[in-house]
């Protein structure tokens, strides 16, 4: 394997389009080779990990600026830093799972109340506009 690539051979090596190598570049996730004069900017073959990386956290529900500084705990080797971090965000996927049960449960109840018979009045529509609406 080449020891540099173009961004369009990084893209392909990491599994992603040249605009979202593009786009990490601009958040500060990686870093953008110098352009030499009349050439392509070359970007070193390891540099497919690291974007692979991002999207594994991403896939984890890691915010990018979360990867940035899990990125950061990784240069530092802060194997208790990025633990916590993790901790926090397993902390939040179990917030929203609790928050998503209960609206799947009042959706569900919404549904059984509408039985889709063309009435007047739609009683999802209906409890969606009340004002006193008990999901806020």
Known sequence: MATE??????????G???????????????????????????YPADMSK??????????????????????????????????????RKLILIDQKMADLAVMRQMLGGLMQQCVGDGHAVCP???ALTREENSAE
């Open 124 to 126: 999802i529509i209906d």
């Open 50 to 87: 690291r974007v692979r990386f991002i999207k594994r956290a991403q896939a984890l529900g890691f915010t990018l600026s979360e990867v940035g500084g899990l990125l950061s705990l990784d240069e530092a080797h802060a194997c208790t830093d990025t633990r916590a971090l993790a901790a």
């Open 16 to 42: 992603v389009n040249v605009e979202t190598i593009r786009y990490y570049q601009r958040r500060g996730l990686l870093d953008e080779p110098a352009k030499p004069l009349g050439g392509h900017r070359r």
């Open 5 to 14: 690539l173009t961004i369009g051979k990084l893209a392909e090596a990491a």
